[in-house]
Nanobody, 125 residues
Framework: QVQLVESGGGLVQAGGSLRLSCAASGGTFGTYGMGWFRQAPGKEREFVAA????????YYADSVKGRFTISRDNAKNTVPLQVTSLKPEDTAVYYCAASPKRPWGSQASDDYDYWGQGTQVTVSS
């Protein structure tokens, strides 16, 4: 069973930065596509970024492109998400997810079988 634990969230002023991280245990991390999603209060969960199993391919939502960077360290079983130039509309719970069926990564939440508990990011104006 794959377990995912997010960390690094917090309260930050607009324009600030955070480094979120996802630590994976169990399973075969290096074979999974990995993704980050977020859910704001009263809104549906939305795609943020994804990365292929090798790290060679990345995908971003248009709303975060140029501000967020996803990467992975297959030796440490981690998936960092560097978030910069934060805006109040980035406020959400951020979730890490793993997709055994989509090793190249995916923007569709239905492609992910394993999810973490989330880490809260709050951006004040």
């Amino acid at each position: 069973q794959v377990q995912l634990v997010e960390s690094g969230g917090g309260l930050v002023q607009a324009g600030g930065s955070l480094r979120l991280s996802c630590a994976a245990s169990g399973g075969t991390f290096g074979t999974y596509g990995m993704g980050w999603f977020r859910q704001a209060p009263g809104k549906e969960r939305e795609f943020v970024a994804a990365i292929s199993r090798t790290g060679g391919t990345t995908y971003y939502a248009d709303s975060v492109k140029g501000r967020f960077t996803i990467s992975r360290d297959n030796a440490k079983n981690t998936v960092p998400l560097q978030v910069t130039s934060l805006k109040p509309e980035d406020t959400a719970v951020y979730y890490c997810a793993a997709s055994p069926k989509r090793p190249w990564g995916s923007q569709a939440s239905d492609d992910y079988d394993y999810w973490g508990q989330g880490t809260q990011v709050t951006v004040s104006s």
